[in-house]
Structure formats: structure tokens, C-alpha cells
């Protein structure tokens, strides 16, 4: 059974709110990481520094870490396998107007975001793994998967 959290972002068609062009745009920054566990720490602690810095979502950085953290290492574990060879890409945006904006591309085949469990209910409450998807919707503003769910935009306002 899929989760409600999950299903009310994965329905919209409509494009995320924010532009990463113009003249509200504070700060955009494109990073590609070897599908290795141990990169996602330091390419977090990167663009979270920028995020504070620049006051782009002033309070909620602690959301945007953990969404973001979540993010990438979902891409590296299901999306590449966790092979170095293959790539990750992490877009950021950061717009006065609306907050920031966060996309993550990996090479993998993608996945249905409305067929996850929910972590929430019955036996899944002890599994070890599997609140990733869920905690980026709950922390984050708007979620679309696409590409099959092998790219991720999230927005914070």
C-alpha cells in the first residue's frame, strides 16, 4: 500500500513553483559525485554551507540536509548500485522569491514512488531501512519524481 505522504506529491503534473533563471535567483550550483557511499557526506556539508550562507531558507536547513542526504543516498544505493563508476548529479537553486530547489539525477532505471510501503504502518515500523522517500516528503515543500523516479526535485520554500 502506498503511502499518502508519497502519492499527494507523486500526482501533480504541474512544474515546481520555483525558476532557476532570472534575476531572484541568489546562488545555482551543480555538483557530480561518484556513486559512492562516502561522497554524500562531504557534497552535503558543501551545499548546505552555501544554503546557510546565502539565508536561502533561513531556519529550515535542518529539513534541506536531511531531504537532501536522503536524496542522494537513495540515488547512490538504488539508483547506481553504489558502483564508483557511475554518476550522480545534484542541481541546487536557490531564488529570494521562493526558496530552494533541489534535483538529483542517477543513472538507474528508476522506481514507482506510489508502490512504496509506508514505513509508518504494521511490520514496516521496524524495518531498517525504507523512510528515505517518506522523510524527503514530509520535510520538503513539494516532491516530483521524474524519469521514471530516477531524478528527484524538491522544493523548500
Given at each position: 500500500?502506498?503511502?499518502a505522504?508519497?502519492?499527494k506529491y507523486v500526482s501533480s503534473n504541474q512544474p515546481l513553483a520555483l525558476s532557476t533563471e532570472g534575476e531572484n535567483v541568489i546562488f545555482k550550483l551543480s555538483v557530480t559525485l561518484a556513486a559512492d557511499?562516502?561522497?554524500v557526506d562531504p557534497v552535503v556539508d558543501g551545499i548546505m554551507h552555501m544554503v546557510r550562507q546565502m539565508h536561502c531558507?533561513?531556519?529550515k536547513e535542518d529539513a534541506i540536509q536531511i531531504a537532501l542526504s536522503e536524496a542522494l543516498a537513495n540515488a547512490v544505493v538504488h539508483g547506481a548500485h553504489a558502483d564508483v563508476r557511475k554518476k550522480i548529479e545534484c542541481e541546487v537553486s536557490c531564488d529570494k522569491t521562493h526558496g530552494v530547489l533541489i534535483t538529483v539525477?542517477?543513472?538507474?532505471?528508476g522506481f514507482d514512488p506510489?508502490?512504496?510501503p509506508s514505513p509508518v504502518t504494521g511490520e514496516n515500523l521496524y524495518a531498517q531501512h525504507g523512510r528515505g522517500i517518506y522523510l524527503i516528503n514530509q520535510l520538503m515543500d513539494e516532491v516530483?519524481?521524474?524519469k521514471n523516479g530516477a531524478e528527484i526535485r524538491m522544493l523548500k520554500r
Open positions: 500500500m502506498a503511502s505522504a508519497v502519492a557511499c562516502k561522497a531558507s533561513a531556519g539525477r542517477d543513472p538507474g532505471r506510489a508502490r512504496l516530483k519524481f521524474l
